[in-house]
């Protein structure tokens, strides 16, 4: 199975770029964005001067627990930037989620409660919405992290999009929204107490 096909049986197709995406970005956007694979993981990311996102992280079934996604993390945390991704929300009746969440917190990284993300997935035409975590090495307030995440939308969720599917994805301000007070509990919190 090559790297596309590890990635699109894992994630679901609302979530997934076009593999003509994705290899467009590795040519064209080479300075930015990166994959790193071996025979049990795929990761795909980019980097930028001030974060770094990741777009995609899949571990094999079978090397999962291993410590690998700890070390492709680390990897990444060396840098010393931000890193930011997109998580769905909990979904009780698919335990993955509630173990890539878990994952995340043991890594250190805290749920961005002001941002806002809900995006139409241009292969369903439904809503999608998700949330924001981040890893804040120097202390990167939510409004940063929302700043980089506009910026990561416009370069690469949305990079060449009515080539590529005919139609394009929403503006940043329709999809990203930052409510400084907004109320929303932390996505770990409510993870701990639905465990109770």
């Known amino acids: 199975m090559n790297w596309y096909e590890k990635l699109s049986k894992y994630f679901p197709i609302e979530e997934m770029k076009s593999k003509k995406h994705m290899e467009l970005l590795l040519k064209e956007k080479a300075d930015v964005y990166f994959k790193d694979e071996s025979e049990d993981y795929v990761l ?3 980097e930028f001067d001030h974060f770094l996102f990741i777009d995609y992280v899949y571990v094999s079934a079978k ?3 291993k410590g690998v996604g700890g070390k492709l993390i680390d990897k990444l945390k060396a840098k010393n930037k931000p890193i930011l991704l997109e998580v769905e929300p909990i979904q009780y009746e698919d335990s993955d989620s509630e173990k890539r969440l878990r994952f995340y917190e043991k890594q250190g990284f805290q749920h961005a409660q002001s941002i806002g993300y809900n995006r139409r997935s241009l292969a369903t035409n439904e809503e999608n919405p998700m949330e924001i975590l981040f890893w804040a090495p120097n202390n990167e307030s939510e409004e940063e992290i929302y700043q980089a995440m506009r910026e990561m939308y416009e370069q690469i969720h949305t990079y060449k999009d009515k080539d ?3 139609k394009a994805y929403q503006e940043a301000d329709e999809v990203l929204t930052f409510e400084k007070d907004a109320a929303k509990d932390s996505i770990f919190h409510t993870l701990k107490e639905n465990k109770k």
């Open 164 to 166: 590529l599917y005919g």
């Open 63 to 65: 090397t999962r627990g």
């Open 44 to 46: 795909m990311y980019a």
